[in-house]
């Protein structure tokens, strides 16, 4: 399901990175003392009263500067605010009402999107609430007085937030249907490989970078099991991303991903595995999804037969963070193997929805404990595992409880999945294990 989207505007160097980084609880955006430092948007993931929602951070509206700069941060800040469900409009209540905070008011005023006032830098709260009354005029009823630097009253403005979020819909395709989502670099042929799956022309096909713009749904059967397959635009580096619709489409096809089972992670094999690549792939990883390789142009590869075994081994070594994921080596354009890209779909699915009785997992941690013992600490404080259960699926999670959370080294918790890998498979999706204190 998607994740609402939150777009934060406003003039230059009214603290919108601050508030961005108060706001996911870390250091990503630049911050500065200097006027429009953030020159393009950056995304995260953040979460409030249960609700995950993906948080825009953009560069300062200047909308009486032509120069070229101030050109596209002005577009990419359009099209954040066209992608976002709410959109906090920062203002600076120590500098007072401007009119370029007017202009970008006006700016908000066409988007008919809900749009929650932030007077920010309200450390001095008496002079603020006298000086907030000015920004009535902007006509989004009252001002939200926070201080970004302090965290103060960022749970109140949160809480604004969450309040037009739209409402979770159930999912339209049915639990039993399997979402996939084909994503990668643009041109790699994801589109070409959707094509051969469907059986016929459903998205346009193209040599030009770039050619499929949005997520497209296409539902569809195949051996008495339901999917639905989404193609996504081509995910470039963000230093590469081009001005207009490619932009907005990235957002669209990490939403796509939000929604999906199965990733058909779409490798160039001319290219290999690229930084590129392992990002996407890594966004994937960390919403928790089923993942496949797909080594796609295998036709052009001159082979002999250590060549397949050669690029499973350089892919395995520069991700590693995805050695559960099965890869397979297609050629879109000819059609080869094409079909076994549903076959391990399904068996990848199968394993991101499976569960195993608490018998059998409590006697594997037994076994695996047994043959290696659990870490302590520098006073001899040795970690205990009483029990283990698996409250969820998609992906599976498994809930260690122990003596003392803190003791539960990342090379443990690393060597117990691998255990239970060992043990029950779940190839091809992610597996997350909890530490927590009995």
């Known amino acids: 399901m998607d994740k609402a989207v939150v777009a934060i505007v406003g003039r230059p160097n009214v603290g919108k990175s601050t508030l961005f980084n108060r706001i996911v609880g870390e250091r990503i955006s630049i911050v500065e003392d200097e006027p429009s430092i953030t020159r393009d948007r950056i995304y995260s993931e953040a979460e409030w009263l249960g609700r995950p929602f993906t948080l825009i951070d953009t560069g300062g509206i200047e909308l009486d500067d032509k120069t070229k700069l101030k050109d596209q941060m002005r577009y990419q800040a359009q099209i ?14 120590r500098a007072g009402l401007t009119n370029s905070d007017r202009d970008v008011a006006n700016f908000l005023r066409q988007s008919n999107k809900p749009v929650i006032l932030v007077a920010n830098k309200a450390e001095n709260n008496d002079k603020a609430e006298m000086d907030k009354y000015d920004f009535y005029e902007l006509g989004f009823g009252e001002p939200n007085l926070m201080s970004a630097q302090h965290g103060s009253r960022t749970g109140d403005v949160l809480d604004e937030v969450v309040k037009h979020f739209p409402d979770v819909e159930e999912d339209p395709y049915g ?8 994503i990668g670099r643009p041109n790699v042929g994801k589109s070409s490989l959707v094509n051969r799956i469907l059986g016929q022309e459903r998205v346009i096909v193209s040599d030009i970078a770039g050619t499929t713009r949005d997520a497209i749904d296409t539902p569809f059967a195949h051996e008495e099991n339901d999917y639905v397959i989404i193609d996504t635009a081509g ?13 907005y489409s990235v957002i669209r096809s990490l939403r796509a991903v939000d929604r999906s089972d199965v990733i058909l992670m779409v490798v160039d094999a001319t290219e290999g595995l690229t930084d590129q690549d392992k990002k ?5 990883h960390e919403e928790g999804k089923g993942v496949v390789i797909v080594v796609n142009k295998w036709d052009l590869i001159e082979k002999d037969n250590y060549t397949m075994n050669r690029y499973i081994d350089e892919i395995r070594a520069s991700a590693g963070f995805l050695n559960y994921a099965p890869i ?13 890209v549903l076959d391990i779909v ?11 009785t608490t018998n059998l ?4 941690i037994e076994d695996a404990v047994a043959m290696f013992e659990p870490p302590s600490d520098k006073h001899g404080k040795r970690l205990k595992i009483f029990y283990a259960t698996q409250p969820r699926v998609k992906p599976p999670l498994f809930i260690l409880f122990v003596n003392d959370a803190d003791l539960m080294h990342f090379s443990y918790k690393r060597y117990l999945e691998n255990q239970i890998r060992k043990a029950f498979g779940f190839e091809g999706t992610p597996i997350k294990l909890i530490a927590r204190e009995r």
């Open 280 to 284: 996407i792939a890594g966004y994937a």
């Open 328 to 340: 397979i080596f297609v050629s879109a354009l000819t059609g080869k193997r094409v079909l076994e």
């Open 80 to 93: 954040a605010i066209e992608e976002a469900d709410v959109i906090l409009f920062v203002v600076d209540v």
């Open 346 to 356: 399904n068996y990848v699915a199968e394993q991101y929805n499976r569960r195993v």
């Open 235 to 247: 995910i470039r580096r963000r230093g590469k991303v081009g001005r207009g619709v490619e932009k």
């Open 175 to 182: 639990e039993e249907t399997i979402k996939i989502s084909v």
């Open 361 to 364: 997992l409590n006697s594997v």
